[in-house]
């Protein structure tokens, strides 16, 4: 007794006409993303919705992924039985058991494709549903609303029985909205930044500066482990790692003090948005909170800002840092966040930044150095990661290819 198949419906998707196409197609990239390591998987769509075959594949490890996947609204694992009443009947047992709690009601509504089947629908319905509640304590039948619906469908090559459904993940399939650029810190805050907007089917490249010998290899792993964990939501992501040791001590060494943080954060973006040109990406995306930190007034973000005319989304912008902390939790990114490995900007963080920086100081102060130049170079050296269901799958040796 195995799972044949599990049956996807779609949530919002559906509902948005003629993009349903092209949707559906992101949709079932990604969920063929996240099963990449089981090769037998085929996936059909029908109007709406998309049966995933499982062709022997671990039925129950494909549940657990597909949890995942933004795009579904809830999906049902189909389990398929020799066309033998015994068969069927202990297929029905064992699925109702699994979902079922005390005082559920339940209905068995049987469907007869094959009618060489020597039982009719109500015959079966019958034989299934009396099977099923003398070996269930606590479980009654409501045919009109009932909290377990037991589908049995008799066909040619087999039995096809489904039970249960599982919330999906909601929300768009990733790469649906286009793609933007995340600029991800080690912290908490931007993979959980980058988690929302790909919620909204924006795909997500990520962008993380990187400043040895200041920040250590580990610093690195930790951005490279959250991507990971970031991309079970979508299968895949690719992590662009930018040298910026000699943007920040140049910068260091220009710029005063409490103006280097300000100074230091338009020059991520400046890469950030040349990446996103060459990269194609229709946004920016950062985990900026209004009020938590100096660099995260309107008047910092104003100058910031200034560098580009890209759109910068903020999906935390309004949130305290428990909800922040609570969905990092939820989406597993939390314990590698708190991890105390260096970030680059925690390092030369001035003590006492400027909260209000004027943008015309600050044009001044960068004034004195070629900055497009080294920040051409930096973009030029950025190195590419691609995660790949959870794992690094390309070092930059293959770069060309990929670009
Ligand atoms: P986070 O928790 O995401 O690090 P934060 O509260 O520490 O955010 P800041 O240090 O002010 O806030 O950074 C604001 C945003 O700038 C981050 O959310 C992130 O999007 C981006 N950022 C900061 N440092 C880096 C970095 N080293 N690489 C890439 N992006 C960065
Ligand atoms: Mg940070």
């Known amino acids: 007794m195995i799972y044949d ?154 039995a096809y029985l489904s039970s249960e459904i599982h919330p999906g993940a909601g929300g768009m399939p990733a790469g649906a909205s286009g793609k933007a650029m995340l600029m991800l810190s080690g912290g908490l805050d931007s993979p959980v930044a980058g988690y929302l907007i790909m919620k909204r089917g924006v795909e997500v490249e990520a962008v993380h500066f990187h400043s040895p010998p200041f920040t250590s290899e580990r610093a690195k792993q930790k951005v490279i482990d959250l991507a990971k964990t970031l991309s079970v939501f979508s299968g895949r992501i690719k992590l662009h790692i930018v040298p910026f040791t000699e943007i920040q001590q140049t910068v260091h060494n220009q710029v ?20 996103r040109e060459r990269h194609n990406g229709l946004g920016i995306v950062t985990g900026e909170s209004l009020g938590q930190v100096a660099s995260q007034t309107l008047e910092s973000m104003l100058a910031i800002n200034e560098v580009t005319s890209t759109p910068v989304l903020r999906p935390l912008i309004s949130m305290d840092k428990l909800e922040i902390i609570d969905i990092a939790k939820q989406i597993g990114t939390h314990d590698i966040s708190i991890l105390p490995y260096e970030d680059c900007c925690t390092i030369f963080t001035p003590p006492a930044p400027k909260t209000k920086p004027k943008s015309d100081k600050i044009q001044y102060y960068e004034s004195f150095v070629d900055f497009e130049t080294l920040i051409e170079q930096a973009a030029a050296d950025t190195e590419l990661l691609v995660i790949e269901g959870g794992m690094l799958q390309t070092e930059n040796d293959d770069l060309d290819e990929l670009l």
């Open 256 to 275: 005063p003090e409490n103006y280097t943080m300000t100074s230091t954060r338009r020059m991520m973006l400046r890469i950030t948005e040349k990446l």
């Open 5 to 158: 198949q599990i049956l996807v419906r779609y949530g919002e998707i559906s509902t948005k006409g003629r993009n349903r196409k092209a949707f559906t197609k992101k949709l079932r990239e990604n969920i063929l993303m996240v099963l990449k390591d089981m090769p037998e998987i085929k996936i059909s769509a029908t109007r709406d919705r998309l049966h995933i075959y499982l062709n022997g594949e671990n039925g129950e490890e494909a549940l657990k992924r597909l949890s995942s996947v933004f795009g579904i609204q809830s999906y049902s694992p189909v389990m398929k039985t020799e066309k033998d009443m015994e068969k069927i009947k202990d297929a029905a047992l064992h699925l109702v058991q699994k979902s079922h709690k005390e005082g559920q009601t339940f209905k068995v509504s049987a469907r007869r494709a094959d009618k060489t089947f020597a039982l009719d629908t109500n015959e079966i319905n019958y034989a299934v549903g009396s099977h099923v509640l003398k070996n269930t304590e606590g479980l009654t039948v409501d045919v009109k609303k009932p909290d377990i619906k037991l589908n049995v469908e008799i066909r040619k090559e087999g």
